[in-house]
């Protein structure tokens, strides 16, 4: 074959059959690379279409600047759907409201002074949106209520357009919700904490979260990284964190060295110890970080897996 199928387009047709077969109502498809182009777009037009907080990444396929990456993102948008629209920059909400008026579909912006904040710990966040009364999520970091105010806004879409979604059944929905690698907290004493975020917006997110949850906490990172990725951009953001790093290398032909990445974090003015593999990283840290410190696993997807196995979470 000239072009062969990729692994996650042959995901995508697998998947299609699968929820044919289940007879599923309702599908939460998941765009894999930009939206225009995507496997998952030969779908006719949804009945939401949502795009969540763009960042700089996949650049060489989507274009440098967030406005070209929202155009491709943009590909989702088709007569006949409603759209969400995650609040973020101007650059990208232009674009996004150029092509629901194009199409003539009603857009939605999410409101971020429409969120309050009642509780905010360990044990998750407690928030109102829109005065509809207190929400729950056990998702840590900030970014998560946004996350969150986002799913409301996508369940009072659908009931709009006539499906039955109760109030309660959005309730017990974001209570229960659970995301693996995000800002998850795997273990207690010292805390230790996985995050997949492998670009400096995700990094920043992680930080910001980081300050919030951990004030005048020792902070130690297991980290890891592409090549390929802006991980100078990446580490200057959990640098003010910490100088406290065990580095390890991603099961990834693209991954840097660990030894490469302790380099360039002492050259950066930082303490960091290179480790053979991720379960030596992790009773390496774990070994540092004292009951009251902080661990955070962080850097890339690709380590997750094999931290979560070392953490004995599966």
């Known amino acids: ?133 207190a929400f729950h999520i056990s998702l840590l970091g900030r970014y998560q209520l946004y996350n969150a105010a986002t799913a409301l806004e996508v369940a009072a879409a659908l009931v709009r357009r006539g499906w039955k979604i109760s109030e309660e059944a959005v309730r017990q929905g974001l209570r229960a919700a659970v995301w693996p690698a995000r800002m998850e907290l795997a273990r207690r004493n010292p805390d230790v904490l996985l995050d997949g975020g492998h670009n400096p917006q995700c990094m920043g997110a992680l930080r910001r979260s980081l300050e919030e949850l951990y004030p005048n906490r020792k902070i130690f990172f297991l980290t890891g990284v592409l090549s390929d990725k802006d991980y100078p951009s990446m580490l200057g953001e959990l640098l003010p964190l910490s100088k406290q790093f065990v580095t390890i290398t991603p099961d990834s032909d693209r991954a840097l060295s660990a030894g490469e990445l302790a380099q360039y974090l002492r050259q950066a003015g930082a303490e960091a110890q290179p480790c053979g593999s991720v379960s030596e990283g992790i009773q390496t840290v774990l070994d540092l970080a004292q009951p009251n410190d902080v661990v955070c696993v962080c850097g890339s997807l690709y380590m997750i897996g094999e931290a979560r196995h070392a953490l004995g979470l599966c």
């Open 1 to 133: 074959m000239e072009d062969p199928a990729t692994e996650f387009e042959l995901m995508t047709v697998v998947g299609m059959l699968y929820f044919l077969e289940a007879g599923c109502d309702i599908v939460v498809l998941e765009v894999g690379l930009g939206g225009r182009m995507d496997s998952t777009n030969v779908i006719p037009a949804p009945e939401v279409a949502v795009i969540t907080n763009i960042g700089l990444e996949h650049t060489r396929e989507l274009g440098d600047t967030l406005a070209q990456i929202a155009t491709e993102k943009s590909g989702i948008l088709k007569s006949g759907c409603d759209a969400v629209l995650y609040h973020q920059s101007g650059e990208v909400e232009e674009v996004i409201l150029a092509a629901c008026r194009h199409q003539g579909i009603p857009l939605t912006l999410t409101n971020p002074e429409g969120l309050r904040v009642l509780e905010s710990g360990r044990d998750g966040q407690t928030f109102t949106y829109r005065d509809r009364g």
